[in-house]
């Protein structure tokens, strides 16, 4: 299977440049005692859904990476027991014992592979997503959301500002969220299509991440 061409602006390995770029600048304003902070309106601290976020751009890249085109599951890798009791399954773990600067590095690794597969996948590759598997685009759609609405997470959680340019919300949009309610305000659009706003935080929200032949209607 290959992927259709795009018949609309959808997010590009660039897009997630951009936003791991800056969730990097918002994390190094955490304080190195503010990981164990619950995050805003999740059950995970702010170590955990670092972790997470960054466990999602590993396996995102790996799902994609794979010369041969595998769409019936992800990588069969083991996840280890969660670093502490109620933490969410991961196999990427920032090394407890470090700051916010190690929780900072291993967004910068994580987060660059998995900029640089979405940038040099073969046109048409896909890989697997239980939410449709996807191609570049799609897997780089899926890391913002993931990156950008965790980094929001933990970032209300200390009150630091954080927004993604409109444009890469609204690219986010046309690819992974069908139908989504436009304003003209592409972040607060993001917000409401990811149950982030008050209006929407207890509601169920998923995304569509399969090829189709054309996005944003």
């Given at each position: 299977?290959?992927?259709p061409a795009s018949t609309s602006a959808t997010s590009t390995s660039a897009d997630l440049r951009a936003v791991v770029d800056a969730i990097m600048a918002g994390f190094a304003q955490v304080p190195?005692?503010?990981w164990a902070r619950p995050a805003h309106g999740l059950e995970w601290d702010c170590r955990d859904t670092a972790s997470h976020l960054m466990d999602d751009f590993a396996f995102y890249a790996m799902n994609l990476a794979s010369r041969e085109v595998h769409t019936d599951d992800y990588v069969p890798?083991?996840?280890p027991p969660p670093w502490q009791p109620g933490s969410p399954s991961s196999a990427l773990w920032p090394d407890p014992a470090g700051g916010t600067a190690t929780i900072v590095h291993?967004?910068?690794?994580?987060?660059g592979l998995l900029v640089a597969v979405t940038?040099?996948?073969?046109?048409?590759h896909i890989g697997y997503h239980g939410r449709g598997n996807a191609d570049a685009s799609g897997f780089a759609a899926m890391g913002i959301v993931e990156g950008a609405a965790h980094a929001w997470d933990v970032l209300t959680a200390h009150e630091i500002p954080f927004r993604v340019e409109d444009g890469?919300?609204?690219?986010v949009l046309n690819r992974l969220f069908p139908g989504a309610v436009?304003?003209?305000d592409g972040w607060q659009d993001f917000?409401?299509?990811?149950g982030r706003t008050e209006a929407t935080r207890n509601e169920k929200w998923t995304w569509d991440s399969s090829v189709r032949d054309s996005y944003g209607d």
């Amino acid at each position: 299977m290959t992927a259709p061409a795009s018949t609309s602006a959808t997010s590009t390995s660039a897009d997630l440049r951009a936003v791991v770029d800056a969730i990097m600048a918002g994390f190094a304003q955490v304080p190195d005692d503010g990981w164990a902070r619950p995050a805003h309106g999740l059950e995970w601290d702010c170590r955990d859904t670092a972790s997470h976020l960054m466990d999602d751009f590993a396996f995102y890249a790996m799902n994609l990476a794979s010369r041969e085109v595998h769409t019936d599951d992800y990588v069969p890798f083991l996840d280890p027991p969660p670093w502490q009791p109620g933490s969410p399954s991961s196999a990427l773990w920032p090394d407890p014992a470090g700051g916010t600067a190690t929780i900072v590095h291993c967004v910068d690794a994580a987060g660059g592979l998995l900029v640089a597969v979405t940038a040099t996948a073969p046109p048409g590759h896909i890989g697997y997503h239980g939410r449709g598997n996807a191609d570049a685009s799609g897997f780089a759609a899926m890391g913002i959301v993931e990156g950008a609405a965790h980094a929001w997470d933990v970032l209300t959680a200390h009150e630091i500002p954080f927004r993604v340019e409109d444009g890469v919300c609204e690219r986010v949009l046309n690819r992974l969220f069908p139908g989504a309610v436009r304003t003209g305000d592409g972040w607060q659009d993001f917000l409401t299509a990811t149950g982030r706003t008050e209006a929407t935080r207890n509601e169920k929200w998923t995304w569509d991440s399969s090829v189709r032949d054309s996005y944003g209607d």
